[in-house]
C-alpha cells in the first residue's frame, strides 16, 4: 500500500489567542470553584471578568500587527481580519460589562455562581469563534456554542416558573430554528460540494438548479431570523427576556443577538452575492415587520424588561435593513450593520444596567415603578435618559449615527425598494420615541408610587457598568469616527 503524504494543518497560535485565553481562563474559573467551593464566589466573578479583559489584549496586539492581516487559516475556513477583531472586541467588553452586572444579582440571589460565569465564559468563545468562521460547519458548531449555555442559563432561577418557561421556550425555539438552518445548510453543501463560503458563491452562481438554491437561501434566512428575534421568529424573545435572570437578559439582548447578525452577514454577504434576487426581498419583509410589529407591541407594555424586548427586536429590523440592499453595496451593508451592533451594545447594556440598579430598590418591574426616579436617584434618571435618547435615534447620542448609517445605506442605490424601507424606518423611529419619551415622563414628572424616597444603593461593579456603558453612548455619538471603518473587509474573503 502506498504511503499517502499527511500534510499537518498550519495553525497561527497569535490568531487564535483570544479563544484560547478564554479557554484557559473557563479553565482556571472551573478548578477554583471545584477546589474552593462556597470560598470562591466571591473570586469567580473578579476572575471571569479579569479573563475578559485578558483575552481583550491578544485582540489589541493582532490589530497593531494590521500589515499581517488578514490571517487565514485551514485553507479559508477561519478568518482573522479587522472585521473579526473588531467584533471580538465588542464581544469581550459586553461580557465584561455583563459579568459587572450579574456580580451583585447572582450574589444577593443565592444563585449558583461558579458554574453560571463558566457557562457565560463557554458562550463568549462561541462567539469569538463566529467572528472568524467562514465555513457552514464552523459557523453551526459556533452558534450551538453560543446557545446550549444560553438554555441553562435562561432557566437559572429554577425555582421561578417564569424562569422555567423561559428556558423551555428559548430551547425549544431555538432547536427549531437550528433545524431548519441546518438543513439549508446541507442543501447549499449538497449543490456547492463545500462548506467553505467563499466557494459556495461561484459554485451557486454556476449551478442551474434555480428552485433548490431558492429553498436553500430561504432556509437559511428563516433559521438566522429565528436567531436575532426577527417578527414572525420572534415569539421566544418576551418571555425568554422576562423569565430569565436580568444580566443574562441583558447578555442575550446584546450580545447573543449581535453574535446571530454576524453569523448571518457573513452567510449573505459572502455565499449569496449572486442571490440578491431571492435573499433581499426576504430580508426586505424581515426587516418591515420586525420594526413595525416590535414597536407596535412595545406601546402596549406596562413591564419595562417586556418593553425593552420588544424594544430589541425593532432595532434588529434596523440592523435587517441594510441586507435588504445589500447586492448593490455589500461593503456598505456591513459597515452599517457593524456601526449599529456597537452602539446598540452600549445603549442596550446601559438601560439594562439602569434597570437592575433601580431594582434594588424598586424590587418590581413595572414601568409605574420608576416614577420620581429623578427626586430620590437623579443621577440613574439622566443616565437611563441617555439611553433611552439613544435608543430613539435622538442627538447628540450615539443611536442616532447608528440610524443614520442605515438610512444612509437604503438609499444609496437609489431603488424603490430602499427609499420605501426608509421611510417605514423613519415612521418607526417616531413611534420608537413615543414610548421612550413615557418612560422619561415616569422618571422625571411623575410622583414615586409609595412615598418612598431613599436613595438607590448603587453597588461599585454596577457604577463601572454605568460608566462604561454611558462614556460610549455618548462618544459614539458626538465623535463617530471612532468607530474603525471595517465594512470592506467582510467581502474581501480568501
Do not use: C
Request: proline content about 5%; hydrophobic content about 55%; overall charge negative.
Amino acid at each position: 500500500m502506498l504511503a499517502q503524504e499527511f500534510v499537518r494543518p498550519v495553525i497561527d497560535w497569535h490568531a487564535v489567542a483570544p479563544e484560547l485565553t478564554l479557554l484557559a481562563i473557563g479553565a482556571l474559573v472551573t478548578i477554583v470553584d471545584i477546589i474552593w467551593n462556597e470560598r470562591a464566589q466571591r473570586v469567580i466573578p473578579t476572575l471571569t471578568g479579569l479573563g475578559f479583559l485578558a483575552a481583550l489584549l491578544p485582540v489589541l496586539t493582532l490589530w497593531a500587527d494590521g500589515d499581517e492581516l488578514p490571517r487565514v487559516m485551514w485553507d479559508g475556513a477561519y478568518v482573522v481580519d479587522q472585521y473579526a477583531l473588531v467584533l471580538k472586541g465588542l464581544f469581550l467588553v459586553s461580557a465584561y460589562v455583563v459579568v459587572l452586572l450579574a456580580t451583585n444579582y447572582m450574589h444577593d440571589g443565592d444563585y449558583y455562581e461558579g458554574e453560571f460565569y463558566q457557562l457565560v465564559s463557554a458562550s463568549v468563545v462561541g462567539m469569538l469563534v463566529m467572528t472568524s468562521a467562514r465555513d457552514l460547519v464552523s459557523i453551526f458548531v459556533a452558534i450551538e456554542l453560543i446557545s446550549i449555555p444560553a438554555y441553562l442559563m435562561a432557566a437559572w432561577r429554577k425555582r421561578d416558573l417564569k424562569s422555567n418557561e423561559a428556558g423551555l421556550k428559548y430551547m425549544l425555539m431555538g432547536v427549531f430554528a437550528s433545524a431548519i438552518m441546518l438543513y439549508g445548510m446541507s442543501l447549499l453543501y449538497g449543490l456547492a460540494g463545500d462548506t467553505r463560503l467563499a466557494a459556495i458563491a461561484p459554485a451557486l452562481r454556476s449551478d442551474g438548479s434555480i428552485p433548490l438554491i431558492t429553498l436553500a437561501v430561504v432556509f437559511v434566512v428563516i433559521g438566522f431570523g429565528f436567531k436575532v428575534s426577527a417578527v414572525p421568529f420572534h415569539t421566544w424573545a418576551p418571555d425568554t427576556y422576562e423569565g430569565a435572570p436580568t444580566p443574562l437578559t441583558a447578555f442575550l439582548a446584546v450580545a447573543s443577538k449581535a453574535a446571530g447578525f454576524v453569523a448571518l452577514m457573513s452567510v449573505v454577504i459572502v455565499a449569496f452575492p449572486e442571490q440578491s434576487d431571492v435573499a433581499e426581498p426576504l430580508l426586505w419583509l424581515l426587516a418591515a415587520l420586525t420594526m413595525t410589529v416590535g414597536n407596535l407591541i412595545a406601546i402596549r407594555q406596562t413591564n419595562i424588561v417586556r418593553l425593552l424586548a420588544y424594544s430589541g427586536v425593532a432595532q434588529a429590523g434596523y440592523m435587517i435593513a441594510p441586507l435588504a440592499v445589500y447586492g448593490d453595496v455589500p461593503s456598505s451593508s456591513a459597515r452599517s450593520i457593524v456601526i449599529y451592533l456597537v452602539i446598540y451594545a452600549a445603549m442596550n447594556l446601559g438601560a439594562f444596567a439602569v434597570v437592575i440598579t433601580a431594582s434594588r430598590k424598586t424590587r418590581s418591574g413595572e414601568i409605574s415603578s420608576y416614577g420620581g426616579l429623578f427626586h430620590y436617584a437623579p443621577g440613574l434618571a439622566v443616565l437611563m435618559t441617555f439611553f433611552l435618547f439613544s435608543l430613539a435615534g435622538i442627538p447628540p447620542f450615539g443611536g442616532w449615527y447608528a440610524k443614520y448609517q442605515v438610512f444612509l445605506v437604503l438609499v444609496e442605490p437609489a431603488t424603490t425598494a430602499g427609499y420605501v424601507l426608509a421611510a417605514i424606518g423613519a415612521v418607526n423611529a417616531v413611534i420608537a420615541a413615543y414610548y421612550y419619551l413615557s418612560i422619561m415622563k415616569q422618571m422625571w414628572f411623575l410622583p414615586e408610587p409609595n412615598g418612598d424616597h431613599t436613595p438607590v444603593q448603587i453597588t461599585p461593579s454596577l457604577q463601572a457598568a454605568l460608566a462604561i456603558t454611558a462614556i460610549v453612548t455618548v462618544l459614539t455619538g458626538v465623535v463617530p469616527g471612532i468607530i474603525p471603518d471595517v465594512g470592506d473587509l467582510v467581502v474581501a474573503l480568501p
